[in-house]
């Protein structure tokens, strides 16, 4: 199986003198000469510096981010052996690179032939936008409910995000999907949200019968699955972040996952795009579109040291919040004015929240004063208009299509000078707005004890009681997740 980087640029192979370089003409004896097999004139240089990051940058680090030993440990190892600073030319192409063995980690954990690390989720988006080549005025279906991000990348390839809603599962509603695809749609972008995943199963249909491409967002969903496949690896390409930020990693980060051959290298030459992986860099193309203008999106070897424990720790995160989750849900009983948000995959969700919905918006203020008052945090955007970057209405520079750069791009279409028929306007999803509005959620921490567990529910069933009627059929909150 082929995984990144697919070839390991051969430092020494490269370098190697050319023994046909021998100098003619001059008076001196020849055979002295090193390249013609004499005595080196320096065999090593005493004043060898010390790389260039050091102790003093990691203790930095340390203390900014609040490393676990385990991860001061590898950080310090890196340090100390590799200098990471200036160190050997393209370290990241060779398997002493934490990069690299990162990439290899995470393809062997998600099931995965090709995983490029990258920057940042931002950056694996792009990369990924530009893989599936969406080009200027071309439509990509992105939920209302998501961080700026999926959208914003669209727009930076030239694409234009066409937002739709998002069912009770606060992911991407697969009937309204459909409505929104027009002749000029490429791609769907769906986003497993708060550790909440898509019903995948309608995404990829509705994307094979209409041939989109689809790229997830699982920024918010490491390592999660749907029907026992890991997301990030149905659609076509797949973009993580991995910033301290997430669940799983440290510092900034992001991965592109994907089991097409073809995608992965247009990803890789645009992250990558000084072609550094390649067994012969300077090489003219390959194969048809092989080289291409891109950026540097390369993940930093010191993130990469980080994100290579950060991964191996996953699993065992995401089996005490699932569990923890399950807990909490068995314990609570089923009402007749609180609807739990819907769990396409209960046993490959994140587990790492917990929602519901309340019957209107006040009645979803109240509550969530009610039960955070009880000793546990709730939230609830209920009626107020605070702005927030993961509502599409809110969302600005796309909403107002506001361009980087005096040309317009990429709203204006170049060749009619007029802009592309695409609208947007505060109440086009008004499903979601609606469900935001009502919608009261929690976060479950993955150290709660069976114990504490018991008193999430036994709180949140204290405050239905008082407030709420109890559904006569009987039941609780993981029955209606399907188990
Ligand atoms: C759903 C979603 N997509 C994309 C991103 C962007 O990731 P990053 O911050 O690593 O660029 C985020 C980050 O918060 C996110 O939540």
């Known amino acids: 199986m082929l995984r990144f980087p697919s070839m390991i640029y ?24 090193a390249i013609n097999g004499g005595a080196k004139s320096i ?55 934490r990069m690299y063995q990162l990439a290899e980690r995470a393809a062997e954990l998600f099931d995965v032939k090709y995983v490029i690390p990258v920057t940042s989720g931002t950056a694996a988006l792009h990369s990924a936008y530009i893989a599936a080549n969406i080009c200027q005025g071309d439509e990509v279906i992105v939920p209302g409910f998501t961080f700026m991000a999926t959208a914003m990348a ?13 069912d009770e599962s606060m992911t991407i509603d697969p009937a309204d999907l459909e409505k929104r695809i027009t002749p000029r749609t490429k ?63 440290g510092s900034e980060g ?14 890789l030459q645009w992250a990558e795009a000084g072609g550094l992986w390649r067994p012969d860099r300077y090489a003219l193309s390959r194969w048809e579109d092989e080289l291409f203008c891109g950026v540097n999106y390369r993940m930093p070897e010191l993130s990469a040291a980080v994100n290579l424990v950060q991964l191996g720790k996953m699993d065992a995160q995401l089996d005490r919040w699932r569990t923890n989750k399950k807990r ?35 009645e979803a203020e109240r509550l969530a004063s009610i ?71 929690t976060g479950i921490d993955q150290w709660w004890t069976e114990n504490d567990c018991k008193q999430v529910a036994a709180a949140m069933t204290k405050v239905f009681d008082v407030l709420c009627t109890r559904d006569a059929k009987g039941g609780n909150w993981l029955e209606l997740a399907g188990q």
């Open 154 to 166: 669209v727009v930076v390839v030239g694409g234009l995000p066409v937002w739709c809603e998002v």
């Open 328 to 362: 909490i849900l068995a314990g609570l009983p089923v009402y007749k004015e609180i609807k739990p948000q819907a769990i396409h995959d209960i046993d490959g969700e994140h587990g790492n929240s917990l929602g519901f919905f309340a019957e209107t918006a006040e």
């Open 10 to 33: 051969n430092i020494e192979e490269t370098y190697a003198p050319d023994p046909g370089a021998v100098i003619k003409g001059s008076k001196m004896d020849k055979s002295k000469l």
């Open 254 to 267: 992001g991965l592109i996952m994907t089991n097409d051959e073809k995608l992965y290298y247009r990803a």
């Open 43 to 97: 065999e090593a240089f005493e004043g060898t510096g010390q790389p260039k990051i050091n102790n003093e940058e990691f203790l930095e680090m340390a203390s900014v981010w609040g490393y676990s030993q385990e991860i001061i440990d590898k950080i310090k190892e890196a340090i100390e052996k590799d200098d990471l600073g200036g160190g050997p030319s393209l370290v990241a192409y060779t398997p002493a690179s």
């Open 371 to 441: 039960l955070s008052a009880e000793g546990i945090g709730f939230n609830t955007k209920g009626r107020s208009d605070g702005r927030d970057w993961h509502i599409y209405k809110y969302m600005s520079p796309i909403m107002n299509k506001l361009p980087a750069t005096s040309d317009g791009y990429p709203w204006i279409d170049p060749k009619t000078g007029k802009e592309f028929p695409v609208e947007y306007s505060p109440d086009m999803c008004p499903r979601t707005l609606e469900l935001m509005s009502r919608r009261v959620n």
């Open 187 to 249: 791609a769907i972008a769906p986003v497993h949200m708060n550790g909440y995943v898509c019903d995948m199963d309608a995404v990829m249909d509705i994307a094979k019968r209409h041939t989109l491409k689809v790229i997830e967002d699982c920024a918010q969903s490491c390592g999660d699955s749907f029907h026992g496949q890991r997301v990030g690896t149905i659609g076509d390409l797949g973009c993580f972040s991995i910033s301290s930020y997430k669940t799983t990693g």
